[in-house]
């Protein structure tokens, strides 16, 4: 019998909304503490605190040897970094369908002047360029993208289907 036989629904659940709290803000000071750890760790390493989390859950210890690719099969959760880019790309096509004279639309493809210089200590990737980097993942380039969020269906198809299916 595995040791995580005793799985049942309200720790995916629980999870899930742990997961949900943790990337929309409406958080209680449980997932305030995994954000906080989240962000001192690095986004690089998200899946990492996503996948203790997953184990501490399910009351997986470390000794029992189960393998990341069990516990994610098990619980039928994707990876916190899919869930972030299907957001990301579902807002990125919610933009790009708004009328060219919304301020969110103007915003986001608005260039900045050419004398104009980032503050120090502010990142140099942009909300944009990352947006880029996961479009890069479908082959797609931000014109193609743009033209392709017009057909909603299949933009929601492509931005949540394709990235948490992985």
Same mark, same amino acid.
């Given at each position: 019998?595995?040791?995580?036989?005793?799985?049942?629904?309200?720790?995916?659940?629980?999870?899930?909304?742990?997961?949900?709290?943790?990337?929309?803000?409406?958080?209680?000071?449980?997932?305030?503490?995994?954000?906080?750890?989240?962000?001192?760790?690095?986004?690089?390493?998200?899946?990492?605190?996503?996948?203790?989390?997953?184990?501490?859950?399910?009351?997986?210890?470390?000794?029992?040897?189960?393998?990341?690719?069990?516990?994610?099969?098990?619980?039928?959760?994707?990876?916190?970094?899919?869930?972030?880019?299907?957001?990301?790309?579902?807002?990125?096509?919610?933009?790009?369908?708004?009328?060219?004279?919304? @301020?969110? #639309?103007?915003?986001? &493809?608005?260039? !900045?002047? =050419?004398?104009?210089?980032? +503050?120090?200590?502010?990142?140099?990737? /942009?909300?944009?360029?990352?947006?880029?980097? @996961?479009? #890069?993942?479908?082959? &797609?380039?931000? !014109?193609? =993208?743009?033209?392709?969020? +017009?057909?909603?269906?299949?933009?929601? /198809?492509?931005?949540?289907?394709?990235?948490?299916?992985?």
């Amino acid at each position: 019998m595995p040791p995580f036989s005793h799985i049942d629904v309200s720790a995916e659940v629980l999870f899930s909304f742990r997961a949900l709290t943790l990337l929309t803000g409406h958080c209680d000071k449980h997932s305030r503490l995994i954000s906080a750890l989240a962000m001192f760790i690095g986004f690089c390493k998200i899946d990492a605190v996503d996948q203790w989390c997953l184990r501490m859950l399910i009351g997986i210890k470390w000794y029992q040897f189960v393998r990341n690719d069990d516990v994610r099969r098990l619980t039928k959760q994707p990876k916190l970094t899919a869930i972030i880019q299907s957001r990301r790309l579902t807002l990125f096509g919610h933009i790009m369908r708004m009328d060219d004279n919304t @301020d969110a #639309k103007r915003i986001l &493809l608005a260039s !900045p002047p =050419a004398d104009w210089r980032r +503050q120090p200590g502010r990142p140099r990737i /942009t909300w944009l360029s990352t947006v880029q980097q @996961d479009l #890069k993942q479908h082959h &797609l380039t931000l !014109p193609e =993208a743009a033209d392709l969020a +017009q057909n909603h269906p299949l933009w929601r /198809t492509m931005s949540t289907y394709s990235t948490t299916q992985s």
